[in-house]
């Protein structure tokens, strides 16, 4: 499946903006982090793109959420390392902790778009451009900021080889290239 089919799939699956936001942005987290490690690009944008789909269906029910979703792909082209991976995204639905550097991966790089995204909404401008490294290294240790956001799921980056500090960049930096599609 190439980005293109992967994101009429999605929309036709998700139709509230945030998520597509969300989607969008980790798909760019993910294709920054293929090029960085070596990967497939396409292959990982598109299953940072998909994670997410059954969001509305299952409306984040922590027991079905990613299980949905591998239900909606298995009919599409999507192989079993993707299912995989967004199968574990949330292993809660799972039962099983994350072993792989594409499992670690995916949940970190979707993980961190929701810092990103509060961190910029923050700014006066409320641009991503305006962003930088050290203030979404700052956000991270304010718990309460974006509470929500699982700073231990973001710090699995360091499982794929990334230290924190490099993968908060990139990570910024690949959402910064598509800022009028998450709109920021």
Known sequence: MNVQEAEELLKKHVKDTKMLYHSYASAAVMEALAQRL????????VTGMLHDIDSEIT???PSRHALEAENILKDYDVDEEMLDAIRMHNEEATGKERTTKFQHALAAGETITGLIYATALVYPDKKIKSVKPKSIKKRMKEKAFAASVKRDTIRECEETGIPLEEFIELSLNAMKEIDTKIGL
Do not use: A, C, Q, Y
């Open 38 to 45: 070596g990967e497939d690009k396409v292959k990982w944008s």
């Open 59 to 61: 409306d984040k029910d």
